[in-house]
């Protein structure tokens, strides 16, 4: 383990936690708007956005599936080192991180009917995070919403399962925006 | 406070409440399950409530705790009180001034904005629990949206009583999928849980947590031939002199002498400093209270 893995997690952990916390809570309850957050500093390819929701939520009770170029040794060691979190195949995933072309959705975790919470979330990376593209309406939404998803196909097939379903986080830099599975998508 | 961890509770404790929070406001009116930890007060006093807040609280926040609407009671002052020394975060009895509101069984008069945040104390989340004992049972019947016993709940208030006789904790559908108990708020309250803030329920005791984003669509259920009627005390406040505020019901003598106040003392206390009183209410300047 090198040195720097070390480095990079929150200096105040239960004060920078709470106020990324904050800014993740209030994404998944308004979906489609962009929030900052800070406060980790993780290995590329991993962005700022991305690690804070790691060290928010990620701990040796939440399995996590690294997709494609985002399972490297030092992403591994610097998730371990700060989370513990345990590394898994897609399927038994409860977070699972990567950008949008190398994630195998069908392998996913949707829940169950009578346990809809049991499902995956997905922390996708973006090249870019804007209001813009795709339009939003559901619950957290006033009227509508924009945001620059890379498709719309899947979120509509997302929304039918409901109360199944996947809920995503996306993450570009030090900013994040959230769609949860009510959000529909057009 | 350097004795505690911020908020009380630990770091994974906080996480896992965390995620519960998130999947509820990805699935809302469903009730996720969490591991609720003992607290330093009494199942029935709030632990689910204190929990959520535990795990939503930041340093910047201001508080605000009521207890049926009275900031001033001994489960509201003692809930404030515990985050002013374990989170070290504001107080105030303003409902504008707050971020986040930890409330039991009411929700403010004055609407809530897209930056607030109320928490509710719950202590029964499942609205079939009375209907259906069985938690396998309820589970699956919200599973396949199966909600007939609770309509035909209702019908039998209607055959014996006349009319709906369930006045608080009035079941409600959320986004047209889960049926969900809005906690025993009265149902004069019903109407606003479609609001621009976020919701937060916490079920200590019975470990559950739901949510309701803002703007979520909430139906209370009701019958075509007989509506649903957000009730309130025919009267006017006599302290403010409000007739469109919740009231509560005050014995003051045993003569069977009686007033009609406010319960939302924030809302009362304000409108009074602005100069509105009520029949048996004293000009601002003058009352002590």
Redesign the interface.
Known sequence: MEAHILEGGFANIPIDAAHAFRAVMTAMARPGEIFEISGAQPPAPLSVAAGAVVLTLCDPETPLFLAGGFDTPQIRDWVTFHTGAPFVGAADAMFAIGVWESIPFPDLARGTSEYPDRSATLIVEMDALTNTGAVLEGPGIKDQNYLSLPETALFQENARLYPLGLDFIFTNGGNLAALPRTTRVS | MSDY???YLD??T???I???????????G?Q??FASREMPMPYGWGTGGVQVSA??????DTFKVIDQGADDTTNAVSIRRFFQKTAGVAVTEATAEASVIQTRHRIPEQDLR?DQILVYQVPIPEPLRFLEPSEVET??M???EEYGLMHVKLYEDISQHGDIATAYAYPVKV?G??MMDPSPIPKFDNPKLEM?G?QLFGAGREQRIY???????VVSLDFEDYPFQPTKADHACDLCGSEVSYLDELIVDDQGGRMFMCSDTDYCATRRRQGHVGTQGLPHKEDAA
């Open positions: 961890n911020f908020a770091e994974q906080k996480r896992m965390r995620r519960a929070i998130l999947k509820g406001l990805a699935i809302p469903y996720v399950p795990a939503v609280l930041t340093p910047d897209s589970r699956k919200h599973g396949l986004e999928r889960y621009a976020i949510a309701l984003p803002p703007y979520t669509k």
